[in-house]
């Protein structure tokens, strides 16, 4: 059974500390693609210290999906948090009819590498 006394898990999303703009596009539209990093905070207690919680925000037009990274520290947080947002342009770029571009220039998720447009 939990313990009572832990506070909830915040679920929110903090004050945006960096963020990078895409366009997909798919059926001959461009759609504005943007990934915020939200300021790693404090989470919840464990053994020998407290966790840390990264939030990441993808919109892709209208559409705003959160997501959140643990770590030991923020950095890890934070670091885990651009593997979560790689991971999702990544499966966004894999739809069928989709080309995801930065800059202007396509972004092609399968060569090794491409992860430098994000960080």
Avoid at 2 to 27: Q, S, V, Y
Avoid at 92 to 99: S, T
Wanted: charged share 30%.
């Amino acid at each position: 059974m939990p313990d009572a006394t832990l506070p909830p898990i915040p679920t929110g999303f903090t004050r945006t500390i960096a963020e990078r703009a895409f366009t997909c596009r798919e059926r001959g539209r461009d759609i504005l693609v943007r990934v915020e990093f939200g300021e790693p905070q404090r989470d919840v207690a464990v053994v020998d210290g407290t966790d840390w919680r990264c939030p990441l925000r993808l919109s892709v037009g209208e559409t705003v999906t959160l997501r959140q990274a643990m770590g030991v520290d923020s950095l890890q947080a934070l670091q885990l948090a651009f593997d979560v947002a790689r991971a999702e342009l990544a499966a966004l770029a894999c739809r069928a009819g989709v080309e995801l571009r930065y800059l202007d220039e396509p972004v092609d998720t399968s060569r090794d590498g491409w992860e430098r447009r994000l960080a």
